[in-house]
């Protein structure tokens, strides 16, 4: 089955560093893949998506690349600030059905 | 913008009681979703619909039921609620292609 697999958190960084929350899957054929992010206290809101290999979604300053040979789609930002504090989830979409799957979600903590 | 709006941010009720959870979306769109959200277990489904009157049954059914009358709407029913059901909910909304879903701000529920 399909499946979505994030690192644990949470993650704490200092606020300009470098961030880097990686995400790896497996599915059957060419699946689309999505960044989530819930901000404390709210529903998810989509960050940013890809549907074909060595695409790059970005949004916000975000940015993920759709890597097939290592079935993968890192989130990373070059400057975090302490307003990126939230849950990442990344999710995929793979076959004929309308269903995601996500991963288990990281939490990012920034601070000052 | 896609706008998903779920009736209570916040519910407490008894053991035993019937609770309906009520989403509403904006979009016209086709399939529309719920699940549960647990530390450290990430987004559950519990069931989706894909059409008026449609329902599947998603990961972790049981318990619940579901209805789907019009387009918009889409009722999560938990007939006889218990204390393991204390969990935020939350409603998605989703087109057919592309598939990304839209979150309504979720209902944290308290089952005493």
């Known amino acids: 089955g399909n499946s979505v697999t994030q690192m644990e958190g949470p993650v704490t960084l200092s606020e300009e560093a470098f961030l880097t929350i990686n995400c790896t899957y497996t599915a059957t054929g060419y699946p689309s893949l999505f960044w989530y992010v819930q901000y404390p206290g709210e529903g998810l809101q989509l960050l940013l998506k890809a549907t074909k290999a060595d695409d790059k979604g970005s949004n916000k300053g975000f940015e993920a690349t759709y890597r097939k040979e290592t079935t993968s789609f890192h989130l990373e930002k070059g400057s975090v600030q302490v307003s990126d504090s939230a849950v990442y989830f990344c999710?995929?979409?793979?076959?004929?059905?309308?269903?995601?799957?996500f991963g288990t979600g990281t939490q990012l903590k920034v601070e000052l | 913008d896609v706008k998903v709006t779920q009736s209570s941010r916040y519910l407490v009720k008894r053991t035993g009681e019937k609770v309906f959870l009520e989403c509403v979306q904006d979009?016209?769109?086709?399939?529309m979703f719920w699940y549960r959200q647990d530390p450290g277990l990430g987004l559950r489904l519990i069931y989706f619909?894909?059409?008026?009157?449609?329902?599947e049954k998603g990961d972790i059914p049981e318990g619940y039921s579901v209805s789907r009358e019009k387009k918009e709407r889409f009722s999560l029913i938990l007939e006889s609620a218990s204390t393991n059901q204390t969990s935020m909910y939350l409603c998605?909304?989703?087109?057919?292609?592309?598939?990304?879903?839209?979150f309504g701000p979720g209902t944290r529920l308290t089952v005493t």
């Open positions: 619909s894909y059409d008026v009157k449609m329902k």
């Open positions: 999710a995929l979409k793979a076959g004929g059905g309308n269903k995601l799957t």
């Open positions: 979009m016209d769109h086709e399939n």
């Open positions: 998605a909304s989703s087109s057919n292609g592309p598939y990304e879903q839209y």
